[in-house]
């Protein structure tokens, strides 16, 4: 057999999907597992918009799609941008993908070229790397500090940027961090981001899952050069708990707009008829449904946050947004129990998994070797049995 191209080499499997698919494995083998590592609402998609599509496929809307998604979804998402984010955008500049995923996937392919930096802070969620490797970009890696709630200062930015810097990805609320960015620093930020003249991917698909009165900024409605030159990310996946539908979409300038519709013409066409239809209620009407998927994640962020600080040993910034929180365990590297010497955040998640029966992912699977990520986009039962086990384990090892 012929060699396989460089790029299949590229691209690594998703350490948050193998360590889920691993731990719903040991659980249907009858192991007791507690699962904190899937990066999905638990919730079932609302019925108005469950409704809505079984209507579109009982009325025969089956058939192939504009490339670029439906003419009505696409004014849907044009409405949701100035109702929610105070942003102006003609329908025709809304390209509807498969899932956010792809969005990013086809705005990456559209702006970068071989060799061009891409500056994405640390944590930052695992694809981002990756599609940047695949399209022949360069991920720079700027790390964040917990003191700093993990988010970029425009210090930090400014000293990342060289002739070839091109554009920066951010994510607000934040996978893996739980952070949100302010509008003051969102501006600090946009200073730097004007004067060099990059483009900005603004991941903003836990919009809708935000606490504490924090306010969701799009970096785009600061300036009118910032929403020339940032490309919106978003979708349905978290906010109305529709992973599966597959439906997100990218906010840009016309002519990037134009460009992502024709790769995606050649690539993947679009995505369902039915999740297009489904993602257009969701757009249109509001059943209070999401409102109450957001007060719930927060009652469960306020019970893991208490149960977390009533542990020795680990820090963590207090999420405001998206449903992760990231502790800093490094205090526990270089312990033992038994024949368990805990190196990195890959031997703590091995040792959660095999010794209390948690899943949580290892924090250098979003390039924070100090921390591990949980979900808790489980019920608060699982989640107070999940920390509890966390704290006996790391017990263990004092
Ligand atoms: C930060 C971030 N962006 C994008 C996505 C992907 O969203 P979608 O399911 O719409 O492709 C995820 C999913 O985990 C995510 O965490």
Known sequence: MKQLAKRANIIKPS?????????KLL???GKDIIIMAAGEPDFDTPDY???YAIDAIQKGFTKYTPAEGTVELRMAIAEKLKRDNNLEYDWKDIVVSNGAKQAIANTLMVIIDEGDEVIIPSPYWVTYTSLVELVGGKPVIVKTKIENEFKLTPEELEKHITPKTKA????????PTGSVYTLEELKALGEIIEKHDLF???DEIYEKIIYDGYKHISIASISDKLKENTIIINGVSKSHAMT????GFSASNSEIAKKIAALQSQLSHHTASISQKAAEIAFLKNDGSVEKMRKEFEKRRDKIVEMLSNIEGIKFNIPHGAFYVFPDVSYFYRKRYKNW????????????LEKVGLAAVSGIAFGEDSCIRFSYATNIDNIIEGINRFKKA???LL
């Open 27 to 29: 659980k249907k083998e």
């Open 200 to 202: 900005v991917i603004s």
């Open 168 to 175: 920066i990805i951010l994510n607000s609320p934040s996978n």
């Open 244 to 247: 599966g539908w597959r439906v």
């Open 341 to 352: 010497y805990i190196k990195n955040s890959l031997d703590l998640s091995e040792f959660l």
């Open 49 to 51: 918009i469950k409704e």
């Open 394 to 396: 790391l017990e263990m």
């Open 15 to 23: 350490a948050t999907v193998a360590l889920t698919t691993r731990a």
